[in-house]
């Protein structure tokens, strides 16, 4: 890059926040930069392979084990913690995470270009409205200026870029609602087979806590992941699904191969 180029915006971190709003500034006419600290492999499906072999060969399979880091853009590792001593978070020599506090974020994140898309399960749960007013409602924590309404619109653009499977009726619980006649891109990923008998043997089961009985309700998660796309979405006129980055006839549909962490086998999880 020249000196002299200019840019309108200057985002940093090519994951899905960056590229979803360079895509959004990109459509309205502004020039865009997207600046990423981790290696900057193309999207090529070829070049997604050696990710796989780093994968098949690596000694411990963390979430990272795929994605090897830069030394100039170190990335925090499960294997850095090494617990608490003294009510004191340990971590090992020279890691890139340090915490403090009793407890430790145990978690990570990844720096390449597709950021954590790139071993994300694809799990795509709305917030419930009463998450947004714990001190009110629980005397715990603090309330939130805004509410799950004022979020409603912002789910559903991030429902259409991600392409989210998932069945309204369902989701419909605790509170959480959605805008009349609103369906998700696409439809449930299917439900397997133990799901199904779990949902048969706790049809007519509860549980208590509190003194309070509860029914069971074994329904699907919202899936990044692509099912059959839904025709009623977007009043009628559908979904259209996008394949893998860089070979769009791979990915089309979710294969099921139980890989999404470390890393989706067929690059299903990195397209949207």
């Not at 790139?118 to 939130?144: A, I, Q, V």
């Not at 369902?170 to 609602?177: M, V």
């Not at 006839?249 to 294969?255: H, S």
């Not at 999404?260 to 949207?272: F, L």
Request: hydrophobic share 30%; charged share 20%.
């Amino acid at each position: 890059m020249a000196k002299e180029d200019k840019f309108d915006v200057v985002i940093v971190g090519a994951g899905i926040t960056g590229a979803i709003a360079a895509k959004e500034l990109t459509e309205q006419g502004f020039s865009v930069l997207i600046l990423e600290a981790g290696a900057g492999k193309s999207f090529k499906f070829e070049d997604y392979q050696t990710y796989l072999d780093n994968y098949y060969t690596s000694t411990v399979r963390t979430p990272n084990a795929p994605f090897p880091a830069t030394a100039g853009a170190p990335q925090p590792l499960i294997t850095d913690q090494l617990g608490i001593e003294n009510g004191i978070p340990q971590f090992a020599e020279g890691s890139y995470f340090h915490q403090v506090g009793p407890s430790t974020y145990q978690s990570t994140y990844t720096r390449q270009m597709g950021g954590t898309t790139l071993h994300w399960l694809g799990t795509c749960l709305r917030m419930l409205p009463s998450d947004f007013s714990e001190k009110t409602l629980y005397n715990s924590g603090k309330d939130w200026p805004i509410n799950y309404y004022d979020l409603m619109p912002y789910y559903r653009a991030a429902e259409l870029e991600i392409g989210v499977s998932a069945d309204v009726d369902e989701q419909a619980f605790l509170g959480i609602e959605f805008e009349p006649s609103y369906v998700y891109p696409m439809n449930k990923v299917p439900q397997s087979y133990s799901d199904l008998k779990l949902q048969e043997w706790t049809k007519y089961a509860q549980f208590k806590y509190d003194g309070t009985s509860y029914d069971y309700s074994v329904v699907s998660v919202p899936q990044g992941r692509n099912s059959t796309p839904n025709p009623a979405y977007n009043n009628g006129k559908g979904y259209v699904p996008v394949g893998a980055v860089g070979n769009p006839d791979i990915g089309q549909r979710c294969e099921g191969n139980a890989a999404c962490v470390p890393i989706c086998s067929v690059q299903e999880n990195t397209m949207h």
